[in-house]
């Protein structure tokens, strides 16, 4: 089992910056693809990015391509994701995901799921 907390989220301007990291229990964080994906008021959670297990491998939603950096510490089980040049459309839940061996853009492809940080970006 592996349990997901995430952080970093909060109220921005748009064009601003935020970096969220999402802190993971266990000892075999590694073996494990991880996830960002967000969920807009009256919206269903979507993707947002993925990377592999060692971190050499990442995809983006084409909305955040450019903009959102993910990136993982296996020596701190932590995941994160820097997000720039925000836009108020950003706005939503964050949330982290721990799924299987290979990356994915589905959230079935992920079992373990953190409980969401706010991130608001004002216009």
């Known amino acids: 089992q592996v349990q997901l907390v995430e952080s970093g989220g909060g109220l921005v301007q748009a064009g601003g910056s935020l970096r969220l990291s999402c802190a993971a229990s266990g000892r075999t964080f590694s073996s494990y693809a991880m996830g960002w994906f967000r969920q807009a008021p009256g919206k269903e959670r979507e993707f947002v990015a993925t990377i592999s297990r060692t971190g050499g491998v990442t995809y983006y939603a084409d909305s955040v391509k450019g903009r959102f950096t993910i990136s993982r510490d296996n020596a701190k089980n932590t995941v994160y994701l820097q997000m720039n040049s925000l836009k108020p459309e950003d706005t939503a839940v964050f949330y982290c995901?721990?799924?299987?061996?290979?990356?994915?853009?589905?959230?079935?492809?992920?079992?373990?799921w953190g409980q969401g940080t706010q991130v608001n970006v004002s216009s």
């Open positions: 995901a721990a799924g299987g061996s290979f990356t994915s853009r589905s959230r079935t492809g992920y079992n373990y």
